[in-house]
Nanobody
Framework: QVQLVESGGGSVQAGGSLRLSCAAS?????MAWFRQAPGKGREGVAA???????TYADSVKGRFTISRDKAKSTLYLQMNSLKPEDTAMYSC????????????????????WGQGTQVTVSS
C-alpha cells in the first residue's frame, strides 16, 4: 500500500514562489501533481514518469517544475511566478503499475492520492 503526504502549501502574493513536497511510502512508478479550485474539477498540473520524462499543463508551463528524488521517495513541485488563478488544493498522486492507459495528466492514471495541501495566491 502506498501512502502520500504533501507539505509546503501556504499563502503567497502574486509573483511569489512555493515548493510543494510529497513524501511517499511504498512502491511508486509514475507520479503527478493535481489541483482543485473551489467549484471546479480536478486538474492535472504536472507529471513525472519513472524514466524522468515530464508533462505539464499549458497553464503552468515555464512557471512550475516537477522533480523527484527517488532516494528520498519524495516528489516536488517548484512553483514560481504564482498567479491568483493558481489558488487551489494541490494533491500528489501515484501509481505502481507502470503502464499508462490514459494520459500522464489524467486522474484515472493514478491509484494513490494524498490528502492535499492548500495554496492561496493573493493579488
Amino acid at each position: 500500500q502506498v501512502q502520500l503526504v504533501e507539505s509546503g502549501g501556504g499563502s503567497v502574493q502574486a509573483g511569489g514562489s512555493l515548493r510543494l513536497s510529497c513524501a511517499a511510502s511504498g512502491y511508486t512508478v509514475n507520479m503527478a501533481w493535481f489541483r482543485q479550485a473551489p467549484g471546479k474539477g480536478r486538474e492535472g498540473v504536472a507529471a513525472v514518469d519513472s524514466d524522468g520524462s515530464t508533462t505539464y499543463a499549458d497553464s503552468v508551463k515555464g512557471r512550475f517544475t516537477i522533480s523527484r528524488d527517488k532516494a528520498k521517495s519524495t516528489l516536488y513541485l517548484q512553483m514560481n511566478s504564482l498567479k491568483p488563478e493558481d489558488t487551489a488544493m494541490y494533491s500528489c498522486a501515484a501509481e505502481s503499475w507502470g503502464q499508462r492507459l490514459y494520459s500522464a495528466l489524467s486522474e484515472y492514471e493514478y491509484t494513490y492520492w494524498g490528502q492535499g495541501t492548500q495554496v492561496t495566491v493573493s493579488s
